[in-house]
């Protein structure tokens, strides 16, 4: 024959259907995924900043409060405890 059947187009033609797919694939996920998980991730974010600085850290300088006197408590009951056990 005098014309070869040759894969070059074939191969050109089915190259830039995937590189258009991709990009379609990549702006399609971008737009709808990403920025809804963005905004999602920004208001988990500020719930739990919030929920840090109004509930957690005040807890926390409660109980620093708090801590001498349950060591006390504590120390006192160990102490009656382990008397009690060595008496008898």
Known sequence: PLQTFSFDFIYLCSHS???VS????????????AIPVAYA?????SCV??????E??????????????????WRSV???VVAG???S
């Open 22 to 33: 991709k990009y379609i694939v990549t702006k399609f996920i971008s737009t709808f995924l």
């Open 49 to 54: 900043s919030c929920l840090s600085i109004l």
């Open 78 to 80: 160990i102490r009656t």
């Open 17 to 19: 259907f995937i590189e």
């Open 56 to 73: 957690i850290t005040p807890f926390v300088r409660e109980c620093k409060l708090v801590q001498p006197l349950w060591r006390t408590v």
């Open 85 to 87: 056990l060595c008496q």
């Open 41 to 45: 991730a920004g208001i988990l974010l």
